[in-house]
DNA sequence: CTCATACTCCAAAGAACGTTAGATTATTAG
DNA sequence: CTAATAATCTAACGTTCTTTGGAGTATGAG
């Protein structure tokens, strides 16, 4: 009885430690964390990861074992997405966790936003009460692609690559908030980076579609 | 500028991932779930995950250094606790995860409850509205000193192993609800056994303290 | 049919990890 | 003081993991 007690324990945990095998290779949190954008193909995920198309698909091979991701085949490309919002909120706890207790990281993500603010950041829901009224502009500077994925309420997409030739589109008689990917996403920084030196008033939002989703809050497709 | 911004990212993900690598060994969630009852000696965690003190000792060092864990000395013996309560919410929501994903895991833990059920699982907020109006009797079958370390409202202590001699404190005219560590630990299976068998209508509350906590719910010290 | 593309499978090298044993450091008991 | 206990450190073994290159499938274009 003791000793099928220890072997039922070593197989729960162990299968708790699939999860985080999963999530011990940096490549791999960076492929799920694009995931959270929406499907993509294995081809377009490498690029985005920095990493090779062979690599890229042994990573996702390990991700699909652990019943985090799943594929779709159409015609020449394979395309993966998440199995559930579940896995979206875990990368999303796994990533605060690390945040909140790794000094190094804290240090990182500080230099990302040391420059100087004209505007203080916003909460997810006083953000959806300003969009809610116009009082400000929400822009979304992720690839088109994701935003028909899923975006914030209110949010108009901008991809960043666009952005200097569109610039007329935008308000100078009220804020820009510019968002991406999320935390770790330098895209939106780069924006309002942009628009402040062409005389708009920007910030940048850091959370994402995954965190907005995370926090309760409504995203539209 | 695509240089320094891989070279962020790398960076940003190999942080998250120091967390992953802290948690894709099953004996290391093992001492994170035993540390979600509270502080504990060295000893004690390698007796209770039933590995050696070297390599108990080896696994919390990891864990020290991804600041999951931290180490207080008193006498002879180093007693490690959780850096916070973030920590054992990870937990809860690794272990959920799993459990969602992975068949193999959903089927181990149906085997422990496979027995028939007198009674209903009760969700964490029926429980409490019935603990309050006295309607149940709660019982924390876990040793004294997690007891202690923090426990479910109105909950009374009641040792697994004093469990037999103590029959005589429990009421035969209304249910009692056993809990111990949380789904992975068989403790309660067995006392709701061993009382049932006795003639007691009883059955196993499925979570634990940390579960308890991390849904919102008060805990008792 | 042939060719290019997108992806997966297989094999191999090197790095990282889990585990154990032996020696070492603190602390308490006698 | 010596002996015993609790824990850590170091070294070493075998194992697993990451990454790359080469070969092999499926699909679509010409």
């Known amino acids: 009885m003791e000793n099928t007690g220890r072997q039922v324990k070593d197989l729960l945990y162990a299968q708790v430690a699939r999860i985080g095998k999963a999530v011990c290779s940096p490549k791999r949190l960076e492929l799920i964390d694009l995931l959270c954008q929406g499907e ?8 985005e990861a920095g990493i090779s198309l062979k690599l890229a698909s042994a990573h996702l091979k390990e991700l699909r074992q652990a019943h985090l991701v799943e594929a779709r085949k159409e015609g020449k490309n394979v ?19 690390a945040e909140e207790r790794l000094l190094d990281l804290q240090a990182a993500l500080d230099k990302l936003t040391e420059h100087p603010h004209e505007l203080k950041p916003l909460s997810g829901k006083e ?37 200097k030739k569109r610039l007329s589109e935008l308000p100078r008689d009220k804020p820009i908030v510019a968002y991406c990917r999320g935390p770790f996403c330098l895209m939106a920084v780069e924006a309002a980076e942009l628009l ?9 939002f850091e959370e994402g579609v995954a965190e907005w989703r995370a926090h309760g809050l409504p995203v539209e497709v």
């Open 79 to 97: 395309y993966y997405r998440l199995t559930g919002n579940t896995v979206a909120d875990f990368w999303v706890s796994i990533r605060s966790l």
């Open 196 to 204: 402040n030196k062409k005389g708009f008033r920007a910030i940048r």
């Open 127 to 163: 953000l959806l009460g300003l969009a809610k009224n116009g009082e400000v502009m929400v822009l979304d500077v992720r690839p088109p692609s994701e935003y028909e994925a899923g975006h914030l309420p209110y949010a108009q997409s901008m991809p960043l690559d666009e952005l």
């Open 40 to 47: 993509k193909s294995v081809e377009r995920l490498a690029e």
